[in-house]
């Protein structure tokens, strides 16, 4: 799966999740200060991003990642 | 409203303008950054308070991706609210703070209460986030309450702001808190809330990265509503800061008590002191001694802490510490007056008139010396004389009001009387109603009407007295510390002559010497014959002390010979020692022995000096020798210090007694006591490199004789 196409994935889920809209979501976009994630919204991300790429991810690791561009890296490594 | 430059960070290479704690305090707009429309979250409870409190300005939520808060419009970021902002109340997570009061120094807004934890409380990580934060205000010239704190609320019916997560806004009152930590203050306002209790500000400082106490202490000063500030202090950082600041608030023009609960010890350095000032030092006792110093009122607990405060808060400040007692019991009227008179008030007889006005209106049984015991039956008629009678004497500074539930005890109206009183009395009053169930409806209106009440009687004295403290610092003098002629530059050839560690005995006391300290002549000698010399020339009997600097305690080496009579004893004393100390520390290089005369026995007192790690030079004197941490009969105070500062540590410990002349013994030359502790101040004070310095023994003989220094170790640092 091309970079292009799991950024596209992951804005869908995190508009999902955030209840935000795609356009106010760039990849330096911060889940917490720029999007308005409490702090049980990071693990509903984590568990939506494992569903919508079919992967399991480190859960600690994964809880790390701040930003949008962030989470597309480290998905990457599990696609 | 803000003008147009203040809107603005100060330029580069500009100071910033002082922090603006107006704008902690009376904020005509806040915005709260990381609300969530969570409620029971801190996020959003703050922002609930602050809207539902009563708050005069307005308000705005940051909340990413949330169109309201509470139907306020939300918006993304601090810098997208159209208007200026003059606090902002910050609740996001840690690791995202900084970008908020980046964003809130960019918006020019001047005043941040950082709610958030995870900063220095966490460690490193925790270090380097407050660090950064600090970094941002200072760019910015923000105040900055926290981190990791509870919030600040101001009762000010014209401000109304309550920004914390406290559960409900305390009533207005004229008490201020200040706490370091921030769940205690929830547990105070429950308690107060109880009591009846009302506060001007309420202050959650957490981990003080920015404003500090000092700050408060000098803001709470010139604040017209506040009377009293209450402090509890997990942490002292800059000590030396603290007392002068409490210096400036607790006496003079406006002045206003401090108590404290400082809890935790006093952190000791890392090296392990050797000496004996350096294991003493570290003790509470130094944090005990030098508040009382600076007028800072040191209580143990919250519940004496309140005591003491609505008394003050509520009550005219007494004009001395003599106590009427009115009771309808003997009992509870003898517990008084024996607590009464250990804390240190006085429970005088009454005056004549007085007690014939009790007459006319009490029974014949009731008692008329003090205590008054106006008997079990009394009604609120026999409460009323008997009050309005004592508090017209004029040998009484105040009253206590003792009630037991009896069966014929109308306990409402008695207390609706004592009320009436609170409009017209002049003296203070309180009051004991003992008990829980029966006399709670009375305590509630003693409370409504600020009449401070007290479950025990002792405790109402115990509050007595805290006040008496309060009244005897203002009506101390105030003295300047005026330096004495020493010769300053002898010292300060020695003291850079020597490297870190422990200056050799010689130096040492030549130190000592040129500050004007009674050190008996001596001479270092290096041989026996220049030993046998000296000790003829200054007549016997002398004592020989090894002087090496790989030797700090000369008696566990056999380095010291007591008491030698003659030069024969001198010279085989000399030999004796040189070949012991070849053998038992062979590492040690030998300068010589130090011959001096022997000083006359006398009381072994130390004078000791200590770099504190919050509070810098700290003196300490007490009772000496081998007493020092047998009986811990020592005291402390910051360096330098003035004659009255010395006479009063001189006479606050117990050995004191022995030096005024105990059993028929002369008494010891106080005053040159005095001088040596203000010598000793000054010389610390005048020279950093001094970590260290122990006059131990002083020997303190009978005034004719005078004062002598036997021993001293000075440990300077780098």
New interface residues.
């Given amino acids: 799966m091309d970079r292009t196409e799991i950024e596209k994935r992951v804005v869908k889920v995190v508009c999902g999740v955030?209840?935000?809209d795609a356009e106010?979501v760039t990849p330096d976009s911060?889940f917490?200060?720029?999007?308005?994630?409490?702090?049980t919204q990071s693990v509903e991300l984590v568990a939506a991003f494992e569903g919508e790429f079919n992967i399991e991810m480190d859960e600690d690791a994964a809880l790390e990642v701040?930003t949008v561009g962030g989470a597309v890296e480290f998905i990457a490594k599990y696609v | 409203m803000k003008n147009e430059s203040d809107m603005h960070p100060a330029g580069a290479g500009e100071e910033p303008p002082p922090p603006p704690l107006d704008c902690i305090f009376c904020p005509q707009s806040v915005a709260v950054l990381g609300v969530t429309p969570t409620p029971n979250t801190v996020p959003y409870d703050i922002f609930y308070n602050i809207l539902s409190s009563g708050f005069r300005g307005t308000v705005y939520p940051v909340a990413p991706g949330k169109r309201s808060i509470c139907a306020v419009r939300a918006y993304r970021y601090v810098l997208d609210i159209p208007d200026p902002v003059d606090q902002a109340v910050i609740v996001y997570p840690a690791d995202v703070v900084d970008r908020a009061l980046e964003q809130c120094g960019q918006k020019g807004i001047r005043s941040a209460i950082v709610i958030s934890a995870g900063f220095r409380e966490v460690g490193p990580k925790g270090v380097a986030r407050e660090e950064r934060l600090k970094e941002i205000c200072h760019k910015h010239g923000i105040a900055m309450i926290g981190p990791n704190c509870l919030g600040v609320i101001n009762t000010d019916p014209a401000v109304g702001l309550n920004a914390s997560f406290a559960r409900k806004m305390p009533a207005v009152g004229r008490i201020a808190f200040l706490s370091q930590s921030g769940a205690l203050c929830t547990a105070v306002l429950d308690y107060a809330r109880e009591k009846q209790i009302g506060f001007s500000k309420f202050v959650s400082f957490g981990n003080k990265a920015g404003v500090t106490e000092i700050e408060l202490f000098d803001y709470l000063h010139r604040d017209p509503l506040t009377d009293v500030i209450l402090l509890y202090l997990e942490e002292l950082r800059d000590g030396r800061g603290l007392i002068e600041a409490a210096r400036r608030v607790t006496r003079g023009e406006n002045a206003k008590p401090i108590l404290a609960i400082k809890s935790g010890r006093t952190p000791q350095g890392a090296d392990a002191a050797a000496s004996h000032t350096g294991s003493l030092a570290g003790e509470d006792a130094v944090c005990d001694a030098v508040f009382r110093e600076a007028g800072i009122i040191r209580v143990g607990s919250i519940e004496e802490l309140f005591n003491a405060a609505i008394l003050y808060a509520y009550q005219p400040m007494p004009a001395g510490n003599r106590l009427a007692i009115v009771t309808n019991a003997g009992g509870p009227g003898v517990m008084a007056t024996d607590a009464a008179v250990r804390c240190g008030l006085n429970v005088p007889p009454l005056a004549p008139e007085t007690k014939e006005k009790m007459k006319r209106a009490l029974p014949a049984a009731a008692n008329l010396k003090n205590p008054v015991d106006v008997i079990g039956d009394a009604r609120a008629d026999r409460y009323a004389a008997a009050l309005e009678a004592v508090l017209e004497d004029p040998q009484i500074d105040q009253t206590l009001v003792i009630l037991t539930p009896q069966s014929m005890t109308d306990i409402e109206a008695i207390a609706r009387r004592i009320c009436q009183f609170r409009q017209t009395a002049k003296k203070p009053l309180a009051c004991s109603f003992m008990g829980a169930a029966d006399v709670g409806p009375g305590i509630r209106l003693l409370q409504e009407a600020h009449i401070p009440h007290y479950i025990l009687p002792e405790w109402a004295c115990e509050a007595m007295a805290v006040v008496q403290k309060v009244r005897q610092w203002r009506d101390r003098p105030t003295t300047a510390v005026e330096p004495l002629p020493v010769d300053r530059e002898t010292a300060r050839a020695i003291l850079t002559s020597n490297g870190p560690g422990y200056l050799d005995e010689d130096r040492a006391l030549g130190v000592l010497r040129a500050y004007g300290l009674p050190v008996p002549e001596y001479q270092l000698c290096r041989s026996a014959d220049e030993a046998t010399a000296f000790a003829d020339k200054i007549g016997y009997p002398v004592v020989l002390r090894v002087v090496s600097p790989q030797i700090v305690h000369k008696s566990e080496v056999q380095g010291i010979a007591l008491n030698l009579t003659g030069a024969e004893s001198v010279r085989e004393a000399f030999g004796r020692m040189q070949q012991h100390l070849r053998s038992a520390v062979p590492e040690a290089e030998i300068r010589g022995m130090l011959v001096r005369r022997m000083v006359p026995p006398g009381y072994e007192l130390i004078l000791g000096a200590k770099r504190d790690p919050a509070f810098g030079a700290t003196l300490m004197f007490g009772l000496g020798g081998i007493y020092v941490e047998l009986f811990h009969d020592v005291t402390f105070a910051l360096a330098p210090i003035d004659r009255a500062t010395a006479s009063r540590m001189v006479r606050h410990v117990t050995a004191f007694q022995l030096l005024r002349g105990a059993r028929g013994k002369p008494p010891a030359d106080v005053g040159n006591i005095e001088e040596c502790l203000v010598r000793v101040g000054q010389l610390v004070a005048d020279f950093d490199r001094i970590v260290e310095l122990d006059v131990n023994p002083l020997i303190a003989g009978p005034a004719a004789a005078g004062n002598a220094v036997a021993d001293v170790r000075i440990r300077l640092t780098e």
């Fill in positions: 955030l209840g935000c106010t911060h917490v200060f720029d999007l308005g994630a409490e702090s701040q």
